[in-house]
Structure formats: structure tokens, C-alpha cells
């Protein structure tokens, strides 16, 4: 793997740990550079509540642009709020918290879900 992998993976582990510890579901980013997917996992992180991905049929976009993190930000939320869960843990799985990422996590807020 290259360095700046690596590096993203540790500083995911070291948040992780921290989330753990809280009684809250976790909503986990992955940006590969075709894709953007998201997962909604339960607080011991064992189970999948709800996902999304720009690979689905009904998606808008196919990119993995802002407008497509856009989409799926709401897309997400709304599944969540649909299974009763509106306060959750945003795991930005390591990725600094700009571009794609923000945009997601702000679309997410306004869809209706609390981090």
C-alpha cells in the first residue's frame, strides 16, 4: 500500500477507538476515485443498518463528484430516519473533512440526521 494510505488507515484506527466508546450508531465514508459509498453500521459495529453508493440504479450521478456526495448525503440520511435513527457518529473513515467529505456530512445535516 502507499504511504498516504497507510497514513489515512492509521488515523481512521485511532478515531474508531473513539467512536466505540460511544452508544451511537456510526455513519462510515469510502471515497475510492470512481466511487463514493456510505454505511450506516450499528454502535458495536457488527451489523449494516443502511447503505448507499453512487452504483446504484436510482442514482442521480454515477461521478464521484459534490453533487454526487450531495445526493447521496440525503439518500442516506432518509434511510436512516426511514429505520429510526436520527443521532449518529460520523466516521470520515481518515479523509480530511473538506471537498467530497464535507459536502456529504453537510447534506446529511440537512436531510434531518445529527452528529
Known amino acids: 500500500m502507499s504511504e498516504k494510505n ?4 492509521r ?10 466508546e460511544q452508544a451511537t450508531p456510526r455513519l462510515s465514508v469510502y471515497r475510492s476515485s470512481k ?16 447503505s448507499a453508493s453512487t452504483l446504484e440504479k436510482d442514482a442521480k450521478s454515477k461521478n464521484n463528484n459534490m453533487d454526487s ?9 432518509e434511510r436512516a430516519l426511514e ?8 466516521d ?17 445535516r440537512e436531510a434531518g440526521l445529527e452528529f
Not at 35 to 50: H, K, R, W
Open 6 to 9: 497507510l497514513s489515512r488507515l
Open 11 to 20: 488515523r481512521a484506527k485511532k478515531t474508531r477507538m473513539k467512536i466505540r
Open 35 to 50: 466511487n463514493f459509498y456510505a454505511q450506516l453500521f450499528d454502535n458495536l459495529g457488527s451489523n449494516i443498518i443502511t
Open 69 to 77: 456526495a450531495k445526493d447521496l448525503g440525503k439518500k442516506i440520511a
Open 83 to 90: 429505520n429510526g435513527i436520527k443521532k449518529v457518529v460520523f
Open 92 to 108: 470520515r473513515s481518515g479523509y480530511k473533512y473538506h471537498g467530497r467529505i464535507k459536502a456529504f456530512a453537510d447534506s446529511a
